[in-house]
């Protein structure tokens, strides 16, 4: 992996852009999530819809939200705050294969109780 980690095509890709000419695509997003991402100088593409939440960034936001939930409760005398506000940036979600997505999933069906099932978390 260090080899394409060094394996700096930045300058090459945007030079074979800039002459029209083919730029092998390839995802984008975190190295250390995906290693299929290196070596750089890509026409990068950012998320496949099918392949989000993966099932990491599920079990993550499961973690995070109930986690939230928990310091909801001790810190309003046990009880659930009435509203959430929540940001979907775009490159978060490149970047954690739909960690953010997948914690709206859990949050907001039913205040709470979750849309993702067992099945979905089996699936990914």
């Not at 026409?43 to 392949?51: E, K």
């Not at 499961?62 to 506000?85: C, H, I, M, S």
Request: some cysteine; overall charge neutral; glycine content about 10%.
């Amino acid at each position: 992996m260090l080899q394409q980690v060094v394996a700096d095509n930045e300058l090459g890709g945007l030079k074979q852009a800039l002459e029209g000419k083919f730029v092998e695509p390839g995802p984008g997003g975190d190295p250390i999530r995906n290693p299929k991402v290196l070596p750089t100088g890509k026409n990068i593409h950012a998320l496949d819809p099918q392949a989000i939440p993966t099932s990491a960034a599920l079990q993550s936001a499961k973690v995070v939200v109930d986690r939230l939930l928990e310091r909801q409760k001790v810190e309003n005398g046990g009880k659930y705050p009435e509203t959430v506000a929540l940001v979907l940036w775009g490159t978060d979600n490149i970047k954690t294969y739909g960690e953010s997505l997948a914690q709206v999933c859990f949050k907001v069906p039913n205040f709470f109780l979750g849309l993702i099932s067992l099945h979905v978390l089996d699936a990914n």
